[in-house]
């Protein structure tokens, strides 16, 4: 079955650089990519989705890549902000319209 | 709008307790899925309907584990005689068919399961 592998280590960075967090997965390639956040007490929030013929995908300071040869997303927020402070989760959607398999998640903490 | 509700948002059991959990969707939204997401982890699957029909339950833990959606709308994730590893927050989300070509899922905020 399809796993999904992220940085379980915490992110750390200065306000106004940029996060890149890594999203990997094994087995076959999944035909879409999600990407949620997800703030403490609360349900994941939908943020951008790559499919599998996408290179990469743009929303505001949010950029998603998709290498169906190393088997990864990258997921980067450009000019972080502190308020961009949260665990991003990816997510492998097999076919539309179903269930999604996460990866553990990547706690980001953006420093002023 | 109204998004995906919840409640209880916190529940205590005894070890052995039945919970019932509900979940109340967006209004129209056709598909309906639990997950169940341990501390520091990421939600895991649990089963999925697809307006009142049940379509695939094989994450559910065990036989203790039963969800129902018997209008296509409100669905209860029931939990019967509860053990400590049950503990866990548990996520409902609602989304749209063919509609939505992100295939975005609403989450609602969880209820959080504590067995002692």
């Known amino acids: 079955s399809q796993k999904i592998e992220q940085n379980s280590e915490a992110l750390n960075i200065q306000e106004g650089k940029t996060a890149t967090l890594t999203c990997n997965y094994t087995n076959y390639s999944p035909a879409y990519l999600q990407w949620y956040r997800q703030d403490p007490g609360r349900g994941p929030v939908f943020l951008l989705l790559?499919?599998?013929?996408?290179k990469e995908k743009r929303k505001e300071r949010l950029k998603v890549t998709f290498d169906t040869t190393l088997k990864q997303s990258l997921f980067h927020i450009t000019a972080s902000q502190p308020a961009d402070s949260a665990t991003y989760l990816c997510?492998?959607?097999?076919?539309?319209?179903?269930?999604?398999?996460f990866g553990g998640g990547t706690r980001v903490l953006v420093k002023p | 709008g109204a998004g995906v509700s919840q409640s209880p948002r916190y529940k205590v059991a005894k070890r052995g307790q039945d919970v019932a959990l509900r979940c109340d969707p967006i209004?129209?939204?056709?598909?309906l899925f639990w997950y169940q997401q341990a501390l520091g982890q990421g939600p895991e699957f649990l089963t999925y309907?697809?307006?009142?029909?049940?379509?695939?339950k094989s994450g559910l833990p065990s036989d203790r584990f039963f969800a129902e959606r018997p209008e296509g709308s409100v669905s209860t994730l029931k939990i019967q005689r509860t053990q400590q590893e049950d503990s866990a927050v548990y996520l409902c989300?609602?989304?749209?068919?063919?509609?939505?070509?992100?295939?975005?899922?609403?989450f609602g905020p969880g209820t959080r399961l504590t067995v002692t």
């Open positions: 309907f697809q307006n009142e029909a049940q379509l695939d």
């Open positions: 209004s129209g939204h056709v598909s």
């Open positions: 989300a609602s989304s749209l068919v063919g509609r939505d070509r992100n295939y975005e899922q609403y």
């Open positions: 790559i499919r599998e013929n996408e």
């Open positions: 997510a492998h959607l097999k076919a539309a319209g179903n269930k999604l398999t």
